[in-house]
DNA sequence: AAGTAACGGTTAAATAATTAACACATAATG
DNA sequence: CATTATGTGTTAATTATTTAACCGTTACTT
């Protein structure tokens, strides 16, 4: 089967937006909509009809020349290429604001990311429940990872600490990470990490405020 | 000044190198380190050298030929260039789970970011305290961002809401909007916005660990 | 004091990503 | 039944980004 090795050599960017596509039918779907063209879906996410059309492409057809994509076809196939065909058992590791703020996230269930774990260290955290789920002692880490069949951890410790978490994931068979220290973590191959810096964010977002106020300021000495 | 208007033409992929850039520089001004060359800090973040320079080069010289780059120049160099030089006075819209975890985030004061207001409508949380702050009604939303001169806000209400409290935002003079809401903000010329999905992050994620898992697959099918 | 190794700035080359263009297919229309 | 409008898949052109190459400088070595 070569298309599956070929479809795994996307660019990022295009991995990116497959999410995003995946979000856009799903809201189509749920209004009732069966047909949608690469022109109509490109320009309610505000890109090109042509990148859009590139991107599947990677992937093979999803319709034929001349008919537009059938919704209810796009997305079962999208989601089988993301990965989420199947719900995908997701472990937090880290109880403190932000991986609370993960577990109540309700999106992360829809989504197909169902929490099967939540754990902590901290004996003042274990037991609470959150979304159904207590909150483990690291010592169950191995076994729950095990029973539950979990693929993908996301990582809220302290950055100290998500090195040697992040090897005992890894060592318990997780082979996606998605981490929210900012630390970058060696991994062996085959396993994937995505880091997730909001400080990236925010200063990004500070840059283009500071051109938004020098760009101010020009016009008014212009005047 | 046409050096001002020019640094703004620079590649997202650069912007978003800058905080990386900063941080590492700050981990080793914090243990001594006076002077550091191109390919060390690259190597440190896993880039060409050449790209460090080249991404430098888009804001003029750090240092001159034959000589390294002096992280104490250096960082307060970048701080200018991000925008963090003075600290970014900042707010928070929606004290549920998400809001309170950054409403808690150190971090966020240590690069430069104080939260100096953190808003929810839902009487419960108001009068809440979070890091010295509490949580106001969005009745003050104005009053406080006019008042502690607030240019940046981060946004985790619902995403049905999002779009009215950006709205209102930008009537506030906010010009920097952090948007933790899965939902496509409209907002006028001389506003930016950043989106944050975290649902986009953790399905590129899937993305990746599906090949993985299929690529072991092809591996066991060929011996 | 001359030679050498290391360095940053700068420009050019190579690579990757985006956008446009086009060929061909489909269904609707007169 | 031809014609037209709309549409995708695919390839080509364009644009952006990354990488490499080189030049002039600096400080160190012998």
């Known amino acids: 089967m070569v298309k599956n090795r070929k479809s795994c050599e996307v660019p990022d960017a295009t991995i990116h937006r497959l999410p995003l596509y995946l979000e856009k039918l799903k809201l189509l779907q749920a209004i009732g ?8 879906l490109a320009e309610s996410l505000d890109i090109k009809a042509s990148q859009l059309r590139h991107d599947f492409h990677y992937f093979g057809g999803f319709s ?3 008919r537009p994509y059938q919704v209810a076809k796009l997305v079962p196939a999208l989601e089988q290429i993301i990965g989420i065909a199947e719900p995908v058992p997701t472990a937090i590791i880290g109880a403190g604001h932000l991986g609370q703020a993960l577990a109540n996230y309700q999106n992360l269930d829809v989504q197909g990311f169902p929490v099967r774990g939540i754990f902590d260290t901290n004996p003042k955290l274990i037991g609470l429940e959150m979304r159904g789920q207590p909150v483990r002692d ?9 029973e539950e069949k ?4 996301i990582l809220t410790v ?3 600490q998500a090195q040697v978490v992040a090897n ?7 082979i996606g990470i998605f981490n929210f220290a900012p630390t970058d973590l060696k991994v062996p191959e085959g396993v994937a990490v995505r880091n997730e810096r909001l400080a990236v964010g925010i200063m990004s977002l500070s840059f283009k405020v500071k051109c938004i106020l020098q760009s101010q300021d020009e016009d008014i000495t212009e005047v």
Chains 1, 2 share one sequence.
């Open 33 to 40: 909509v069966e047909d949608v063209s690469s022109r109509q």
């Open 64 to 66: 034929r020349p001349g």
């Open 138 to 146: 690291m010592d169950e880490l191995e076994k729950v990872i095990k």
């Open 150 to 153: 979990i693929r993908i951890a």
């Open 158 to 160: 302290p950055s100290t």
């Open 168 to 174: 005992r994931l890894v060592e318990a068979g997780i």
